[in-house]
T-cell receptor, first 112, second 113 residues
Framework: SQTIHQWPATLVQPVGSPLSLECTVE??????LYWYRQAAGRGLQLLFY??????ISSEVPQNLSASRPQDRQFILSSKKLLLSDSGFYLC???????????FGSGTRLTVV | QKEVEQDPGPLSVPEGAIVSLNCTYS??????FMWYRQYSRKGPELLMY????GNKEDGRFTAQVDKSSKYISLFIRDSQPSDSATYLC?????????????FGKGTKLTVNP
């Protein structure tokens, strides 16, 4: 069966520090991968999605970037965090042949 | 007008009540309609989905889609405290890599014992 792993679960980082969040999917190949941010009162905001290795689409221009170095690995990064980067970050995947996404357990990021 | 509108609540009901959660949308190209349940500090999980118009039932849950009114609903019968969560509707025009889900903001539901 397919599983999605996302870590860390909680992260407190100072303003100006770098960020790296990792997501991996097991039990499937060539998944579509997504990074979302969820902020209170704003719902789920799609940040990046990828349909293959090295193929990254950005939905919102901001202080973040994403990379997909391997088929089942998706990384969200920032060189310098801002206070406004605080939020709940969710990775998700889909096979592209069925309805809906499967989400990871999320990373709660607090920038201080 | 936003693509998907969902009343954020919060909604508080007694145990055993029938709960109705709703979303409206503006994009007539949407064909797949989903409901996700998200417990506090967890990722959303797909509860059920419907293709095009009609009803779908799964245990105590019923999803309805009215494409003519661009209105979807999720009904929960005999609600339980374990149903307390945020419910998000989501929609897409198809399945595939380029098809992205559009989410509502979610409705927070509390079922009181």
């Amino acid at each position: 069966s397919q599983t999605i792993h996302q870590w860390p679960a909680t992260l407190v980082q100072p303003v100006g520090s770098p960020l790296s969040l990792e997501c991996t999917v097991e039990g499937t190949s060539n998944p579509n991968l997504y990074w979302y941010r969820q902020a209170a009162g704003r719902g789920l905001q799609l940040l990046f999605y990828s349909v293959g290795i090295g193929q990254i689409s950005s939905e919102v221009p901001q202080n973040l970037s994403a990379s997909r170095p391997q088929d089942r690995q998706f990384i969200l990064s920032s060189k310098k965090l801002l206070l406004s980067d605080s939020g709940f970050y969710l990775c998700a995947w889909s096979p592209g042949t069925s309805v809906g996404y499967t989400f990871g357990s999320g990373t709660r990021l607090t920038v201080v | 007008q936003k693509e998907v509108e969902q009343d954020p609540g919060p909604l508080s009901v007694p145990e055993g009540a029938i709960v109705s959660l709703n979303c409206t949308y503006s994009n007539s190209a949407f064909q797949y309609f989903m409901w996700y349940r998200q417990y506090s500090r967890k990722g959303p999980e797909l509860l059920m989905y419907t293709y095009s118009s009609g009803n779908k039932e799964d245990g105590r849950f019923t999803a309805q889609v009215d494409k003519s009114s661009k209105y979807i609903s999720l009904f929960i019968r005999d609600s339980q405290p374990s149903d307390s969560a945020t419910y998000l509707c989501a929609m897409s025009g198809g399945i595939g890599g380029s098809e992205k889900l559009v989410f509502g903001k979610g409705t927070k539901l509390t079922v009181n014992p």
